[in-house]
């Protein structure tokens, strides 16, 4: 049950590797050309949204496992 649950927190490591990766994109994209700052950051945010989703349901899977 540990393994199995310690297996599905490792997940969390790659949902900080995107997070990290959208908002350096939005950084970089923001740094080249400023006036796209309103059409690019609504899509970070979608994106920063999807990928919270994924540690979200990472964490329940995680504790479905210790608790049920």
């Known amino acids: 049950k540990m393994i199995g649950a310690g297996l599905v ?3 969390l ?3 900080g ?8 994109s939005l950084i970089t ?4 050309n ?3 700052r309103s059409q690019v950051f609504g ?3 979608l994106g920063f949204a999807l990928v ?7 964490l329940l899977i ?4 210790l608790f049920a």
Request: charged share 5%; proline share 3%.
């Open 9 to 11: 927190v490792i997940c």
């Open 52 to 58: 919270e989703a994924v540690a979200l349901y990472a």
């Open 17 to 24: 590797l995107g997070i990290g990766n959208i908002f350096s």
């Open 62 to 65: 995680a504790f479905l496992i």
């Open 29 to 32: 994209a923001v740094a080249r």
């Open 13 to 15: 490591f790659g949902v």
């Open 43 to 45: 899509l970070a945010m």
């Open 34 to 36: 400023p006036a796209s």
